[in-house]
């Protein structure tokens, strides 16, 4: 299974008896579509664990019951763990700017083909856009989970699907 990995947060302990663990959000900043497991990095690998429930106990921390782990016992092994998603589950919430902003001087592919950087993030439109460097000019791409096929933050590259036409508008 080829999976980009995206650390989520880190087990932080317990919650009851049955199994349930608190898990600090590192990111409030994208939600997460179509979840049904999370990967726990032990010894060196990405397990998977199915989600049986998950739930908001507060802005940055979850509670998560795994189907795999029914016990107090079970939950001491993935204490302190960091927690990760396939990347490509994530969907990018329109109202965080600090995301965004963590995205200025990414490569910006489009079909595969390197188009340009992100140079800026203007939010003070009604619909948020990279201002990307390309050819000389910028251009203006909507931030908009459709556009974006997928943010790869170790080699600092964004692919997009930008519409048609897009590119020759400034």
């Known amino acids: 299974m080829n999976v980009n990995h995206e650390k989520i947060g880190t087990v932080v302990s317990k919650h009851g008896y049955k199994g349930e663990v608190k898990i600090k959000m590192s990111s ?3 939600t997460y579509r179509d979840l049904t497991h999370l990967f726990i990095e032990l010894e ?8 049986d429930k998950i739930r908001s106990a507060s ?27 396939d ?9 965080s ?11 910006v592919f489009n079909d595969f083909k390197k188009i340009g950087r ?16 390309y050819y000389s000019k910028t251009v203006l791409i909507p931030i908009h989970e ?20 897009l590119l020759e508008i400034t």
């Open 44 to 51: 060196g690998s990405f397990i998977p664990f199915m989600i």
């Open 28 to 30: 409030q900043l994208v």
């Open 118 to 133: 992100i140079e800026s993030i203007n939010s003070k439109l009604p619909q948020p856009v990279f201002e990307i460097s």
């Open 146 to 165: 459709d556009i974006i096929k997928e943010i790869d933050k170790k080699n600092n590259t964004i692919y997009l699907n930008i519409p048609d036409g």
């Open 97 to 107: 700017k600090s995301f965004y902003n963590d995205l200025i001087n990414f490569d």
């Open 59 to 85: 802005t940055s921390m979850s509670i998560v019951k795994l189907i795999e782990i029914n016990s107090e016992r079970e939950v001491e092994e993935i204490i302190y763990k960091d927690i990760y998603i």
């Open 87 to 95: 990347s490509r589950k994530i969907s990018l919430k329109t109202d």
